[in-house]
């Protein structure tokens, strides 16, 4: 029998594999070898020290504390959800009020037709009346907006609206964070802190 | 006591209670497969309650035909040789980042403590020098009392890569050991080498 061989023999012979015949040829070979009977040897001693080695218990209450970072879990995919479909619902609204948005631009330059100049200034109107809850300071603010070429009116509106859609997805991000007490930033980082006792050997 | 099958369907079902039976009964096997894979309590308390979450949100894909420790000692396992990889890469992400913080043991004698403290340390540390699939299969052998066909089905493979690998790590073992005598030896040589030339 050839040593390598008789080593792999030795390691099922551990494990209770071996049948008869080949035990005998086993010990008929580690009889005759002295380095597989020294490797014999160790691999007895390595799997007595194995098999006494206590087996490692978590400390007290790890049924708690699964308990606990599972509820946490659940909480932190339900924000998660939500704030996906807020921020989906966010660029819906920016998707439908962009085309009014270029429409309005559009009217607003056309300045050499006065039908159009009228046309702009009813949807202005209407933007006004509609947003009568906001207070004066928006309204100049707006007027002087209408005073501003539409080449440049329209893409500040579209700045502002993406502006305004990235500050509340941020500001649903930073909510969360403190909600969950969880670390969270935009960029996706998390820490997560959890109370952690010794392993108790049995 | 309940049979698995009707805890699965339980906690499938939403059954908290059911999930926390489940958890019970596997904690320690979970929790030691983990502390020795992982060689840090710390770490394997977190990657064993990480275990326990992964096979609440997996359980819909659990074959009742498999044996239920097969297939939690399953998901630790993997879970453990993924760390393990990411921790060889430098890949620790900070959701692997735990603090602790350290509990007095139970009261014990001082000899006592000694020498068990020595056993776990020799025990780790042999363990620590093995690549994480080698030590997989060691753990499944001699903690969880596992056959061969059960370490195979655990870490999906094959029965033959586990005898190879359990022979492997044994060899390595033998191996390591051997080194250790001998480097032990040649110590205890030169410190009597040193105190004959004193004397």
């Known amino acids: 029998m050839q040593c390598s061989r008789a080593s792999e023999l030795m390691s099922l012979r551990l494990d209770g594999l071996l049948d008869d015949v080949t035990q005998i040829a086993l010990d008929e070979h580690l009889a005759s070898c002295v380095r597989c009977s020294g490797e014999w040897e160790t691999f007895r001693a390595l799997s007595r020290l194995l098999d006494s080695a206590p087996t490692a218990t978590p400390a007290p209450d790890f049924v708690g504390r699964v308990a606990h970072r599972l509820a946490k879990r659940r909480a932190r995919s339900k924000a998660r959800r939500r704030r996906f479909v807020l921020l989906g619902a966010s660029a819906l609204l920016l ?79 930073r909510i969360q964070t403190v909600s969950g007490k969880v670390g969270a930033g935009p960029l996706g980082y998390r820490v997560r802190v959890q109370n952690v006792q010794e392993v108790a050997l049995s | 006591m309940e049979d698995e099958g009707t805890l699965v369907q339980r906690t499938l079902a939403g059954d908290e209670r059911a999930f926390t039976c ?151 073992l033998a191996q390591r050991v051997a080194s250790q005598r001998g480097r032990k030896g040649v110590e205890r040589e030169d410190r009597r080498l040193v105190n004959n030339a004193v004397l």
């Open chain 1, 95 to 173: 998707l439908a009020t962009l085309p009014a948005i270029v429409t309005l631009g559009g009217l607003l330059t056309d300045l050499s037709n006065p039908s159009s100049i009228e046309a702009g200034i009813r949807v202005v109107t209407m933007l006004l009346s509609a947003i009568s809850s906001i207070n004066s300071a928006v309204a100049h603010l707006f007027s002087a907006f209408l005073s501003t070429p539409g080449a440049v009116l329209v893409p500040a509106y579209v700045a502002i609206a993406l502006m305004a859609v990235f500050l509340w997805g941020y500001t649903l991000l």
């Open chain 2, 22 to 172: 489940l958890v019970e009964t596997y904690q320690n096997s979970v929790y030691n497969l983990a502390y020795r894979m992982l060689g840090d309590a710390a770490e394997a308390e977190d990657a064993a309650q990480e275990t326990f979450l992964r096979m609440y949100t997996r359980l819909h894909t659990y074959d009742p035909n498999r044996k239920l420790s097969s297939w939690i000692l399953s998901i630790a396992s993997h879970y453990c040789i993924d760390r393990l990889r990411r921790r060889k890469h430098g890949l620790v992400s900070l959701d692997d980042v735990v603090s602790w913080r350290w509990l007095p043991s139970r009261e014990e004698a001082p000899e006592e403590r000694a020498l068990r403290g020595e056993q776990r340390d020799e025990v780790m540390q042999l363990l620590q020098g093995l690549p994480p699939h080698y030590r997989a299969v060691l753990i499944l052998r001699y903690w969880n009392d596992m056959s061969y066909e059960e370490i195979a089905d655990a870490l999906e493979a094959t029965q033959g890569t586990v005898k190879s690998r359990l022979h492997r790590a044994r060899k390595m």
